[in-house]
């Protein structure tokens, strides 16, 4: 069965990206109204509204025109809640038959944290071509491309969530305050959805994402991480490393033999210095695999020259492959040669809801970044913090 195509951004005929069309093109599509209409139409495109019908300040028949043209909302296909309600998943049916999963993981005002926070965890593509041997997503392959109306309705449907006083958990904001690309695919392997999905999430307009709320985690596609660079919009970059050297790089992260780790880590330093942001390399731990003591100091040499934070990830254990996470003292073993080496580390653990294992992988990211607690891990370790809460009793 050959599946529909995604419709292209074009401002000639069928639907168009709205997202991505210079505005030119916009003026074209809205030829014949006052030029102001275009500005009321970017505006509901901020809020990440695409549906002329809901564009109330737009006369009815230029919703009517403009209806065959613009992106249909995607539609809610099913919602699950988990750890009293401060973790939400939801799945969205984009209309060809697929369907795409992103998470909401709030985080409350507490002692600690004066501001609380609501993170979503996005999709840029639905499975993914890199073809890394323990990712789900990698496993099934890449599906299709994302457009970045389906990649903004994701923000846009947890924002929905997150205004209802009836799901909102008490001391979590009414809107979105971070957003990270870990759901599914690669981002910079899409990258122009991508960037454009950057600049309409930091709109002043509209979502208002401080650039420092914003993560992308990419497996290391060097173009792309010097065209975000070039952007200056100074995002986080999380980099997939996942091996210390290139002989197992290249069989975890197959886009290693194109883009082996010295150009990567160029590129990530040049990043470093242009966006003054310290970077997070994310690592899963597989046992008998690449967390060994020998792999931890090989890391450190690796990344100890960087002002570096190492997010280590235990595998969640995928079908495909006979790997898993290895036990707690190797995962600790490991985090604390990292730690002595001068490097800060976390280590996430993923387990513990029912959705977690329906959304494989984008459980192990919800971290991410933030360096806060997830709701629904079992345990989170802050290392530094480490030796005194041993001598706790
Ligand atoms: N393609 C991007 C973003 C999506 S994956 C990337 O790879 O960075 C987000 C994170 O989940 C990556 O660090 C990825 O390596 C990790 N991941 C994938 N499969 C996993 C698994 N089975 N267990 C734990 N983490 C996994
Ligand atoms: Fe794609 Fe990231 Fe999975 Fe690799 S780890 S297959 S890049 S989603």
Redesign the pocket.
Known sequence: MTKPAAPRHTAGGGVVDPYRMPSGSLDDLLDGEPAFRTGQVRQWLARGVTDPAAMTDLPLALRDRLADRFPRTPITLRHVTADDGLTHKVLLGLGDGEAIESVLLCYPADGRRQRGRATVCISTQAG?A?G?P???TGQAGLRRQLRTDEVVAQVRAVTGLLRDDDLRPAGVPDHVTNVV???M???LANLEVTVATVRWLTDRHGFDLSARGVTV???GLVPGIRRLMALAVPITLAI?L?APNDELRDQLVPINQRHPLAELLAACDAYAEATARRMTF?Y?LIDGVNASAEHARELVALLRPRRAHVNL?P??P?PAVPWAAPPVATQRRFADICEDGGLTATIRHNRGTDIDAACG?LY??YQVASGRRLPAAERVLPLAARGVAERDP
């Open positions: 993914c890199m890394c323990f990712c789900a690309f870990m759901g695919g690669e981002p985690s990419t497996i997939s996942h994310e899963v990830i595998m969640n995928t992988q192990a990211n």
